[in-house]
């Protein structure tokens, strides 16, 4: 008996957290992730190091540019 795996979205898991683009002023790494805004823990998905790395997320997470804060 076949039994189909359900993949849960990416989007879904994050409903409710605020996507964020943060940058570390002293080493200008900068990281993109998700702040839960009732606990305000920051969950990091991946590294930026190039603009391409934005794209990425936004795609991989379905977000707008409009949608993402900078910290």
Known sequence: ???ASRE????SANIGKK???RK???TG???A???EPETGVF???MEINEDRDIDEF?????LSVVMISKM
């Not at 849960?8 to 989007?11: L, Q």
């Not at 936004?58 to 379905?62: A, K, R, S």
């Open 43 to 45: 969950e990091v998905v």
């Open 29 to 31: 790494e900068m990281v």
């Open 1 to 3: 008996m076949l039994v």
């Open 19 to 21: 996507p964020i683009i």
């Open 24 to 26: 570390n002023q002293a």
């Open 58 to 62: 936004l795609d991989e997470y379905d």
């Open 33 to 35: 992730g998700f702040l």
């Open 8 to 11: 849960v979205s990416k989007k």
